[in-house]
T-cell receptor, first 112, second 112 residues
């Protein structure tokens, strides 16, 4: 089992819809979780971090963490064409001392 | 956050040669990481470079192939030695100012 897994994608949603991106992780002791957005040809950009169970909202973005089920998700409300990018889930595994383990990423396409 | 610059931004190299990539940060940071992102893939950690100590390499990466220097808290270099076409990738440095990891713009390397 891979340490951090994301749906293979790609994911396509119409403009204005909610995009739901999911990520599961294998290390039950993990405490830090991140979502990065990467536009084509650019480096990853942090959009959300979450450390506690529950929801964390920032503008149109909501991160959800469920440590019991070992999943973290990202919801993008009112999706815009400018949200079209690859979204990378990243986890700091137990004892990793800030080192991130990334999922493979999922490419989101928002149709105008 | 942190402002990170990398040099060169891109390069085309011949097999068998070496390239040194520089990473400069606008503030002092203890933890610095070097990642590789092969075409169409996610990020893979090469090594952790902390000032005042030898770099720590991840499984599959060795110092002879990827020597790293970290002379101070704002600067690091990664050398890709004896390059082959399989080394064609984006190389990214990242730093962790306060629990959150930020990435440089990357160096796009093509080995012919």
């Amino acid at each position: 089992q891979k340490e951090v897994e994301q749906n293979s994608g790609p994911l396509s949603v119409p403009e204005g819809a909610i995009a739901s991106l999911n990520c599961t992780y294998s290390d039950r002791g993990s405490q830090s979780f991140f979502w990065y957005r990467q536009y084509s040809g650019k480096s990853p950009e942090l959009i959300m971090s979450i450390y506690s169970n529950g929801d964390k909202e920032d503008g149109r973005f909501t991160a959800q963490l469920n440590k019991a089920s070992q999943y973290v998700s990202l919801l993008i409300r009112d999706s815009q064409p400018s949200d079209s990018a690859t979204y990378l889930c990243a986890v700091v595994l137990t004892g990793a001392n800030s080192k991130l383990t990334f999922g493979k990423g999922i490419t989101l396409s928002v149709r105008p | 956050s942190a402002v990170i610059s990398q040099k060169p931004s891109r390069d085309i190299c011949q097999r068998g040669t070496s390239l040194t990539i520089q990473c400069q940060v606008d503030s002092q940071v203890t933890m610095m990481f070097w990642y590789r992102q092969q075409p169409g893939q996610s990020l893979t950690l090469i090594a952790t470079a902390n000032q005042g100590s030898e770099a720590t390499y991840e499984s599959g990466f060795v110092i002879d192939k990827f020597p790293i220097s970290r002379p101070n808290l704002t600067f690091s270099t990664l050398t890709v030695s004896n390059m082959s076409p399989e080394d064609s990738s984006i190389y990214l440095c990242s730093v962790v100012p306060q629990e959150t990891q930020y990435f440089g713009p990357g160096t796009r390397l093509l080995v012919l």
